[in-house]
């Protein structure tokens, strides 16, 4: 079980990516009931100020004696650089060989890289950087192609937004989908992004401006189980036909039924999880309409079919 979440900073560091990691799991969500996580901010001198990359400061807490007993250890992205402080990289080495998980953000990558962690391991990091992680540690398993890589007890993100995708993924893989929807939501983005492998991944929902459609992404998300059709849908957002395809495309990457198909197979997974629903009634409430349809969908985005992914992961 996720309890405690070290964060590892040094000079250099990104702050957006490391606000992720703040964002996932150092804010306290337990009203929501989010469980509570023991959030550390980590570096080798705690107390001192730290260069980030866009010239503000950031003063960590703790030591790096507090990723001793840390259950995941995450490492934002910092500045490229051919050397990182040794203490600090024996430290990420000492948590993994105690079994923390470690997680890294954008070039963050390059710090476990460094600390010869990547060896035979599959990985990624942003696509700018993918040539030469694979370049500097060849015995990286490197796919420059994923939102992330989820490789048992290292996890590794691409760029800025994916590092959300990354960080979500793990809340999903230690405290399951109702806790990760809580979570996404309070952050406005959608709690898995679609990506090209099968680790099945969303895209972020967009910002609630004036001329976005955030409410109409919301609106469906309440009514997965209903037909629609890009006119109906058009007709919604006071938009013809080709605007509004358009729009959609611009948003969120993809095609109105595709999106439609990503977000009823992420609430068949929840269901499957977490209800005991037939195969039948899931596919009814998720708007597939027959086990048939939700056996094909779910099989083509997740890997295997419903049934066998509820074995594995039914919370009930």
Not at 31 to 48: L, S
Not at 147 to 153: A, E, I, N, P, S
Not at 203 to 212: E, G, M, W, Y
């Amino acid at each position: 079980m996720l309890r405690t979440v070290a964060a590892v900073v040094m000079d250099g560091v990104a702050p957006f990516e490391f606000g992720v990691l703040c964002e996932v799991f150092g804010v306290d969500r337990t009203d929501d009931g989010v469980p509570p996580i023991d959030f550390r901010v980590c570096a080798e001198r705690p107390g001192e100020p730290l260069r980030t990359s866009i010239g503000v400061s950031l003063t960590p807490e703790h030591g790096l004696d507090a990723l001793v007993d840390a259950d995941l250890v995450a490492v934002a992205a910092v500045t490229n650089r051919r050397e990182y402080p040794p203490q600090l990289l024996e430290a990420i080495r000492e948590a993994h060989r105690r079994g923390s998980t470690l997680l890294s953000v954008c070039t963050g990558a390059f710090v476990l890289g460094a600390a010869g962690l990547l060896e035979g391991r599959r990985c990624t990091t942003h696509w700018h950087h993918a040539a030469a992680l694979a370049e500097r540690f060849p015995d990286a398993k490197v796919d420059p192609d994923v939102l992330f890589v989820d490789d048992g007890d290292i996890v590794t993100s691409a760029g800025t937004a994916a590092g959300i995708d990354a960080c979500l993924h793990v809340v999903r893989r230690e405290f399951g989908a109702a806790v990760t929807a809580t979570i996404a939501r309070r952050m406005v983005v959608a709690p898995q992004r679609e990506g090209g492998q099968r680790q099945f991944v969303a895209l972020p929902t967009p910002p609630n401006q004036a001329d976005s459609l955030q409410p109409l992404l919301a609106w469906l998300q309440d009514r997965l189980d209903a037909e629609h059709t890009v006119t109906s849908l058009a007709e919604r957002a006071n938009m013809s036909e080709r605007t509004f395809a358009r729009r959609f495309a611009a948003e969120t990457g993809t095609t109105p039924h595709r999106w439609l198909t990503t977000q009823r197979v992420l609430r068949a997974r929840q269901l499957l999880e977490e209800t005991r629903l037939t195969v039948e009634d899931v596919a009814h409430r998720c708007g597939f309409g027959t086990a048939a349809l939700l056996r094909h969908h779910f099989t083509a985005v997740v890997g295997v079919p419903p049934k066998d992914y509820r074995r594995s992961f039914s919370h009930r």
